[in-house]
């Protein structure tokens, strides 16, 4: 979005935030009720101000446009065929009008908006009869958000700006991009803050320190490698912080993998112990206000939740399913439909579903309403809480960090926590772990989730030339999938352009330079 017009959405926090609080953090008082005034008055003001973060409005965007055509269409892990701008995606011809990215910084941007406004109306405004420690912990939830969001455009875009006070945006509304490593340096330091104020225990859904730690783990992982010039040793004092972060989280936090892996993206199991960051949606919510993964249904009008199928018809790529071995049922399964599968959980009341079509997206398509007992559930508003961070991502975190410049390891805690990402999925433990197969575990666990594209940023800031050999070698094709098995590849969608060094950054939103021209000016130092 344009920048200046964030400032809007600082001013709207209150009134116009589309999800509301109490003990049941989803069962919450209209937000427009609350006068400025009268709000961030006591704990329970706060705790109202933070949860309005977690979902609604804005990230509703960014969780329907953006999530699984950057994540996945963009890494080559699905095509979708008609769909013009992510077609660019699947092709490498992203430009500066392209819809999905355009989205993707509004959003970031919109969500970077609410936190700063939830942040400083604390610091401004919360009275000393709150405890500092509230006060500290509803900061550390926006800044964990926020943090979040700045690492997302460190990784599409690089060098961006960063805004921590909206209202001044009022006065100087052009504001240049700051330097990358700044980004990076600014997303650990809000991570930190979060480490060190959130409880190590909340409310189902809340975030906690266990949260801050996986993610701050994830983030100097990746900046590990960024100065390395796209051919060498990632940072060593880095990946030791990695190490460290994600290696609490693994042996301290007592948290451990949900049992079945299909019941990660079920909805009776939102929330669950091994969910460190989701999203938090109610169902009966209008247009971009809910979550509308359900549109990316493969099924007909008895697996949605009002008679309506979904329409995008997103699917697995040809590389993506052959990554699948037939021992990979699980996640397999779980991940993607192909057709005569049958699931007993969609149309449970009508006796199952069996997938009639040739392959299809599983993962976030949860059913009907009576499915989930949500009765005002829409096709556009799912109740799946779907998490943007779970504890195997960080189990497979820490078994890189400790890799880390080798080129293969035996470590006892590499393999320890590797190989329970792999037991979850029946499949055999391995004695020795090397990037190509951290980079496999991590694409099939996470297929859906949006992370593989991240993967591949992070494995080109330390080796460009493998990142690009991993895009230019996958059949990035949809496929058919017959009653007997048979697999026949489909056209591609479109000439699909050489990746290159470029390929990881992406040009900026082209409204966005009209309306900011600094923003094409080489990047500035942030001060600190």
């Known amino acids: 979005m344009k920048l200046k017009n964030i400032i809007i959405y600082s001013y709207l926090v209150i009134a116009g935030l589309l999800i509301s609080c109490g003990e049941d953090f989803l069962d919450r008082p209209p937000l427009s009720e609350i006068s400025t005034e009268n709000f961030y008055q006591t704990t329970s003001d706060l705790r109202l101000a933070t949860a309005a973060l977690y979902g609604g409005g804005p990230w509703a965007e960014w969780n329907y446009s953006c999530y699984l055509p950057v994540g996945e269409v963009l890494s080559g892990n699905m095509a979708v065929g008609y769909w013009g701008d992510a077609v660019q995606l699947n092709t490498f011809s992203v430009t500066g009008l392209n819809g999905i990215m355009v989205a993707n910084w509004k959003a970031m941007y919109r969500i970077i908006a609410h936190c700063n406004t939830t942040i400083n109306a604390i610091t401004d405004r919360a009275p000393a009869s709150i405890p500092e420690e509230d006060k500290n912990a509803a900061i550390a939830e926006a800044k964990f958000i926020r943090g979040f969001a700045y690492y997302n455009l460190a990784l599409l875009w690089g060098s961006v700006p960063i805004i921590e006070d909206n209202t001044k945006l009022v006065t100087s509304p052009l504001v240049p991009r700051h330097q990358v490593n700044d980004v990076y340096q600014f997303v650990v330091n809000d991570l930190t803050y979060a480490v060190e104020n959130l409880p190590l225990s909340d409310a189902k859904g809340r975030l906690t320190s266990w949260s801050a730690q996986g993610m701050l783990a994830k983030a100097y992982l990746t900046w590990a490698g960024l100065n390395s010039g796209g051919l060498g040793q990632r940072d060593q004092e880095l990946l030791d912080m990695a190490k460290f972060y994600a290696g609490n989280v693994c042996s301290n936090s007592g948290l451990t993998l949900l ?17 460190l960051f989701a999203l938090q949606w109610s169902p009966g919510l209008g247009w971009m206000e809910g979550n509308m993964l359900q549109i990316y249904s493969p099924g007909g009008a008895e697996i949605s939740a009002n008679g309506q199928p979904g329409w995008f018809g997103i699917r697995p790529t040809l590389n993506m399913f052959e990554l699948y071995t037939p021992e990979d049922s699980i996640r397999r399964k779980a991940t993607f439909m192909l057709r005569g599968d049958y699931y007993p959980e969609l149309n449970a009341a009508g006796g199952g579903y069996t997938f009639k079509e040739h392959t299809g997206l599983k993962k976030h398509i949860v059913g009907t309403s009576v499915d989930n007992k949500a009765p005002t559930m829409t096709m556009n508003s799912s ?6 961070l779970r504890l195997a991502d960080v189990y497979l975190i820490y078994a890189e960090a400790i890799l880390g410049n080798n080129a293969v390891t035996s470590d006892a805690d590499a393999l320890l926590y590797f190989n329970e990402v792999r037991l979850r999925a029946g499949l055999d433990p391995v004695s020795s772990i090397d990037v190509d197969m951290l980079m496999n575990e991590r694409r099939i666990e996470l297929a859906g989730e949006s992370h593989f594209w991240n993967d591949l940023v992070r494995l080109s800031y330390y080796n ?23 697999v026949t590849p489909n056209d591609p969608f479109g000439d699909i352009t050489p990746a290159n060094a470029n390929t990881f950054t992406f040009p900026l939103p082209s409204i966005e330079v009209t309306a900011n021209p600094k923003l094409l000016e080489p990047p500035v130092p942030y001060p600190f």
């Open 259 to 275: 049992d079945n892996y299909e019941n990660l993206f079920r909805t009776e199991f939102n929330d669950n112990r091994e969910s």
């Open 383 to 388: 109740p799946q809480h779907n998490s943007l």
């Open 464 to 486: 460009s030339p493998k990142a690009i050999g991993i895009l230019n070698n996958q059949q990035r094709v949809a496929f058919e999938y017959d009653e007997d098995g048979v």
